[in-house]
């Protein structure tokens, strides 16, 4: 059996409301064992037998038909998201944050692309290591900066989705706390 995170894209922003308990509950539905949230960001970490591929058709469903909504999400085993982690180019800073993003395969070149053609503000970097685009950006210019714009695309809405590297962070600590249980 193997272990993923699914990141659910669009939870608790603009009018989309989920508990994490009814989330879980919805992945335990659908067949999904060892089911735990990670904050109220949908992150959730479980167990499946299953491919990626149709794990990804039987969750959208199962969440799009219980809260009644479009829903999106990304799937990472445990061992990619502890190397999304490792693998992180940038210097953690009080200054900046630092965010991942799980999408589509060869999202990463489409932001990479976004990126560049964008106006950055001051310390604001973005590169690709191996299929996963990182980007630091000073606190406070999230969501002023030219590409934090960018995100909120429309034609982005179901290629993506980005978490702060300390929620990756907290992730991978769940994954090892579960394993004790």
């Not at 999106?72 to 009080?94: A, G, R, Y």
């Not at 489409?110 to 950006?137: A, H």
Request: hydrophobic share 40%; glycine share 4%; charged share 25%.
């Amino acid at each position: 059996m193997k272990k993923y995170c699914a990141f659910l894209r669009g939870v608790n922003v603009n009018g989309t409301s989920m508990k994490m308990a009814e989330v879980s509950k919805v992945f335990t539905e659908a067949g999904m064992k060892d089911v735990i949230s990670v904050l109220a960001t949908g992150n959730i970490i479980f167990s499946s037998d299953k491919n990626r591929a149709d794990l990804k058709i039987i969750l959208e469903k199962s969440l799009s038909e219980f809260f009644n909504y479009e829903a999106f999400l990304f799937l990472k085993t445990e061992k990619e998201v502890v190397e999304i982690f490792e693998q992180n180019p940038f210097l953690k800073s009080e200054d900046s944050h630092i965010y991942i993003f799980v999408g589509i395969e060869n999202i990463e070149h489409l932001l990479s692309e976004e990126f560049n053609q964008s106006i950055k503000s001051e310390n604001e970097n973005g590169t690709i290591v191996n299929r996963t685009f990182y980007w630091q950006v000073s606190k406070g210019n999230t969501l002023d900066s030219n590409f934090g714009k960018v995100l909120g695309k429309k034609s982005l809405k179901e290629k993506m989705t980005s978490r702060n590297l300390n929620t990756i962070e907290k992730i991978i600590k769940k994954f090892n706390t579960q394993q004790l249980i």
